[in-house]
């Protein structure tokens, strides 16, 4: 049945490419849309990757700076602004450019333009350099069409002192001063980033910690970083306007325990959450239905209200993560070609890769207590790590989420260096209904961080060699 196929794929990103790379090795004959001139989608090209490459400069900066604790001293950094703007787009580049030969092996046809709709299985594509139109009919349309950076309501200002991550990316200097508008993962990652570059970094958000919806255990040793390194961290707090001022961007603020009501700043990041891509050009041709909030309604095969229409990532809702819409993408592309397939994981895994990074997957302890669910929470202090301790960055946990009554671990957390890629061990663990029993007896290599897994799951029996925490 898969190799009759003939699909149309709008929008390259994670949950795009994947869908159409998938359905290019099951035979499909496949289109795939996008407005770049290769694959790759926002996160390639103005998200996860370029953030997550001035996130590893930042990095080693402040290594550099921790090495003197060390007895190592690099002195003062230089930085060629330029060339680390070219160094980024380098591995943009690289990546993309790579996509590009993948999707021509795989005998796709890319066209760099825009789509609309003329009906459920009808195109009208308009190609981005020659002006050109078509009209091509197809048996399925998979929409991954993303999402875009969300700006505060009622913000008329336009100016260029005021910009979003996309904006922040583009790294078009490094301003002495910088209001970071919302305390979640993207605005905490690039104001990690300007901070390490020399900007002095102030950041507000209206909840009253960092990373809302975050258990607060994993958060912690965060915020005390965060405290160190931003000039000011305003809690609980509102923006209540924006306006042109000599030299910056005047910002009022509204909240308690605040000393000034008004700040001039050089920039203001506005990183408040996304809006879905959805408004597609003749959708309303269509069955396809949207929520309240304007994402893509689908069910669990991510079939749209439209028998011939799917939908993945971004557009569908949230967590708005790559990997989940990757994952979307494949199980699309698996019930097109008539295999019985739904998107219903146990863990999505979440990576915020500050310093300490921060991720989690399956149930939260946050939302254990929300839903007044019972479980048991094994924690494991990275001070009682000898891999941490020789890493000088002793101020990361490891924590279990497990069922009293089955001792199935279901959930995990993690801060420290490296958490992001320590988490995949949750993930597994909570798919394949590990026990915490099974997690204890599976050894680990030492001195490792991951050793803090195997730990934290000795540690909910009383059993932890490097700590003495006996059972209750």
């Known amino acids: ?94 990546l993309t450019g790579g996509l590009g030969t993948l999707s021509r092996q795989r005998g796709i046809t890319f066209i760099q333009g825009r789509a609309s709709f003329v009906d459920s299985t009808t195109l009208v594509i308009a190609h981005e350099h020659s002006g050109k139109r078509d009209q091509q009919s197809f048996d399925n349309v998979i929409l991954a069409t993303g999402s875009r950076p969300a700006m505060l309501p009622d913000l008329s200002l336009k100016s260029p002192r005021l910009i979003d991550s996309t904006g922040a990316l583009s790294l078009q200097d490094i301003p002495k001063s910088l209001l970071v ?3 979640g993962y993207i605005g905490l990652e690039l104001g990690t980033v300007y901070a390490a570059l020399g900007t002095k970094v102030s950041i507000v958000e209206v909840q009253s910690g960092l990373l809302p919806g975050a258990d607060r ?69 269509t069955r396809v239905q949207k929520d309240a909030m304007g994402f893509i309604k689908v069910n669990p095969q991510r079939r749209t209200n439209d028998p011939a229409i799917f939908a993945v990532g971004d557009v569908v809702g949230t967590p708005m993560l ?21 998107f219903q994981p ?22 254990a207590n929300a839903e007044k669910r019972p479980v048991k929470i094994a924690r ?5 790590s000898g891999r941490a301790t020789t890493l000088d960055r002793n101020d990361g946990v490891t924590k279990l989420i497990i069922d009293p009554q089955t001792e199935r671990v279901i959930g995990m957390g993690i801060t420290g260096p490296g958490a992001g890629d320590l988490i995949s061990e949750g993930v597994l663990a909570v798919e394949m209904s590990a026990l915490a029993g099974d997690v204890k007896l599976t050894i680990h290599p030492h001195p490792t961080l991951s050793e803090t897994v195997m730990e934290a799951a000795e540690a909910y029996f009383g059993q932890s060699t490097h700590i003495y925490r006996p059972k209750r």
């Open 1 to 94: 049945m898969a190799d009759t196929k003939n699909i149309a794929v709008i929008g390259g990103g994670p949950g795009g490419y994947a869908a159409a790379f998938f359905a290019a090795d099951l035979g499909m004959k496949v289109t795939l849309i996008d407005t770049e001139p290769n694959p790759g989608g926002t996160c390639l090209y103005v998200g996860c990757i370029p953030s997550k490459s001035l996130l590893h400069v930042a990095k080693t900066m402040n290594e550099t700076r921790q090495a003197k604790d060390w007895g190592i001293d690099f002195g003062a950094p230089k930085i060629d602004l330029e060339k680390l703007r070219n160094w980024k787009q380098g591995v943009v580049g690289k």
């Open 181 to 183: 508008i919302g305390a």
């Open 217 to 285: 255990d994993l958060v912690l040793p965060l915020t005390r970083r965060i405290d160190k390194a931003f000039d000011e961290v305003m809690l609980g707090t509102k923006v209540t306007a924006i306006e042109d001022a000599v030299g910056g961007l005047r910002v009022t603020f509204s909240g308690p325990d605040l000393t000034e009501k008004q700040k001039t700043y050089d920039k203001v990041l506005v990183a408040v959450g996304r809006w879905p891509n959805s408004d597609v050009p003749g959708l309303e041709n």
């Open 322 to 342: 790559a990997h989940k819409a990757s994952a979307e993408g494949r199980v699309a592309v698996k019930v097109i070609a008539g295999q019985s397939a739904s």
């Open 346 to 367: 146990r863990a999505i895994p979440a990576v915020v890769f500050t310093d300490p990074e921060i991720a989690w997957c399956g149930l939260t302890e946050t939302q």
């Open 380 to 384: 494991f202090p990275w001070a009682a």
